[in-house]
């Protein structure tokens, strides 16, 4: 099943895994699913932004790049502090369930965090980074397009599908679908401004690094 995946520090493995390992515990469990949720927010963004824009030379593009990471990491942090809140464990096995459902093992035996994207997509991309990789031209607005695909399905994972694991109530579920929306629409935003405008050096920064985040 091909899959986006980055390999998550050690903390956030052994929090998932620990979640799974006590998830018919009779202690409450709504502590870890906490502690993980905002794992996962603070590195995945790293993975994709973050650890990217590191290998750009200093430009605007990396400084839109910088501000988006910024901007996604604490509109998700404060959102999830305001959804997640004391549960029973019969609430927090879903989001137990959901992490380990978004927890991969790669060709190498590496675990990784991500979520299963639709095989064009990956195709798509890898296809694209592979152009980038041989020295030709890509087009950029195609580029871009799948790039929101791949905005929209992670937010659509790690988002609204994790969301709907944490037993929300109506004004909860429209402060969480607000935020997703806000998200994307920044994101959109962001990839409109960053991806049509990289050089051909930023370019290849892009394809080396994101090309080991996805896995067919």
Known sequence: MPFFGFIPSAELLTSIQTGQ??????EPLYPLRDKTALLINEEIIDAILTELVRRFPASDKRDTAEKL??????????LLKQ?????????????????????FKDAAGNFRVGEPLDASLVTNLKNSYAEIKAGNEVNKA?????????????????MNDFNKTLD???????????????????????????????????????????DTLFHA
């Open 21 to 26: 390992e006590k998830k018919n515990s009779s």
């Open 168 to 210: 929300l109530g109506m004004i909860k579920r429209k402060a969480a679908d607000l935020g997703s929306a806000a998200v994307i629409k920044a994101v959109h935003i962001a990839a409109d401004k960053i991806i049509p405008n990289l050089n051909k050096e930023e370019l290849l920064a892009l394809a080396e690094y994101h």
């Open 69 to 78: 990471a910024g901007y996604v990491k604490s509109t998700v942090a404060v």
């Open 142 to 158: 195609v580029l871009t397009e799948l790039y929101k695909q791949f905005a929209e399905a992670t937010v659509r994972h790690f």
């Open 83 to 103: 959804l997640l809140s004391k549960s029973s464990n019969d609430v927090v096995k879903q989001s137990i369930e959901f992490s380990q459902k978004s927890l």
